[in-house]
């Protein structure tokens, strides 16, 4: 079954008003990062709950408790449980989303306020925090709902829905929801597949269909020692600085290469076979489509194959921030007291956080023992998340390759994901049904960085794909 004629007609006909929806959803920050910012992220969830029960969803939001950040007791945003239809000849697809933002301010290099959804016409950008992760493909489900139960027309599969507020920072609570509304009886008893819109084409030409994601673990060392933060003058070449120390760590966890230096991490990772080779070379990709997307000539090397292992089946560790440096401006003469470097390791099968973390922590250890340092060490795991893989032949892959013919007239690229997203796992296990990613946004989005943007016709279009793909699933032979 086709998507209607009359529902792709819908979407381009209130275009405008599905981006000024965009707009409001934008104008919320709703950074889950930041405790100042929490009751923007419950104000985020009880905005979407609000939509969806106007498109006819019956919702719950659920309490998924307190959690300490930054030592602060705080209570998570309520996750948002959703369900439309029931009809059992039908099948019924499980949506995830989340409607938390990486943190943004202007002063990171915005050209414009990013809590203010900016149209450029003449590139036709939606620029703002969260038009593309995750709040862009979290709309195009509502405007697909709308047209549905504005026109009041059956939706021609059953859906259940869970939206999160904390996937940022560690999707914190929602595995233990996930599985125990995954039991008999549960909100998600009958789902036959998941779809989840969270990730970005490779390129800004070829639509893809994505079936990894790599894992995570979050780590923070600090260095500590002295009581209070000193005078250079007075105590440089007289104490053991905490900085000087972090930094020689620091620098041991990764070469400029991309090369992780911890010994067992790498080598966990079997090399790539001419075969295995042969499937990132089909792939519609180049060095170029990297560096424009980074801004810069940066990429490590020029070769496809390669960049693409690099970001979708190696692992790879960046080093993000050091708190308690000093970062302002002018000239401080600082020796802080006490400094904490953070980084993250993006994991692949057969790693695990549990199987690296122990890796990392004795080496760590071992190298800071080389320093001969009085200074104190301590490493904690902020978060982390396994990887995830998916046969990418099961109809729920091929349901959303029809639909991507359908609207761009194109075949799709399969692709596994460089980023994370914990909870997609958690689906595939506590389920046991097929988990597919289905992107709306471009590889040069800007996900997490400054000026992020979501293209107008990505999100008109991608709207018109998530639609499709609801019909073609109805159509095609598989469970139900
Ligand atoms: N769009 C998915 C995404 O951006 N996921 C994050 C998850 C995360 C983990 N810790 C902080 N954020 C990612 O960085 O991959
Ligand atoms: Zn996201
Ligand atoms: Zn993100």
Redesign the pocket.
Known sequence: MPAPQEFLSFVDTNANAFIKRLAEAVAIPSIS?DATHRADVVKMGEWLNTHLKAVGVSTQLVDLGKHTMDGEELNLPPAILGRIGDDKSKKTVLIYG?FDV?PANKSDGWNTDPFTLTIDESTGQLIGRGSS??KGPVLGWLNVLQYHHQQRKALPVNLRFCFEGM?????EGLDDLVERESKPGGWFDGVDCVCIS???WLNTRTPVLTYG??G?T?LKVTVHGPGRDLHSGVFGRTVYEPMTDLIAIMSKLVDSQGNILIPGVDEMVCAADEEEREIYESLDYSYKDIESAAGGPVALTTDKVDLLMGRMRYPSLSLHGIEGAFSGVGAKTVIPAKVSGKF?I?LVPPQTPEIVDPLVISYIESEFAKLNTKNTLTIENL?G?KPWVADHTHWNFEAAKRATKAVYGQDPDLTR??????VTLTFAESLKVNVLLLPMGRGDDG??STNEKLDRSNFIEGTKLLGTYLYELADIQGKK
């Open positions: 990062g989340h990486q992760d995750d996937e940022e920072s560690g999707s969270d990730n970005y994601l790599r995570l979050y993250s993006r978060h998340g994901e460089g980023g994370s997203i914990p996900a997490h």
